[in-house]
């Protein structure tokens, strides 16, 4: 199941690093995940100081 990130997000990017596939990228005003790559490990969610990434 892929991750999203939501509006909680401070655009630290810490977990841009952390994904395996490349998923995470910066967005308008918060980072983005793309759905279609994450292979949905939550490495991003383990590395995020405010829990943005959440299941979809
Ligand atoms: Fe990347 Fe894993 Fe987060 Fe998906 S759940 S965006 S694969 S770190
Ligand atoms: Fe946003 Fe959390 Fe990623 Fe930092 S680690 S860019 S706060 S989702």
Do not use: N
Not at 13 to 34: F, N, R
């Amino acid at each position: 199941m892929a991750y999203k990130i939501t509006a909680d997000c401070i655009s630290c990017g810490a977990c841009e690093a952390e994904c395996p596939v490349s998923a995470i990228s910066a967005g308008d005003g918060k980072y983005v995940i793309d759905a279609d790559t994450c292979i949905g490990c939550g490495a991003c969610a383990g590395v995020c100081p405010v829990g943005a990434p959440v299941e979809e």
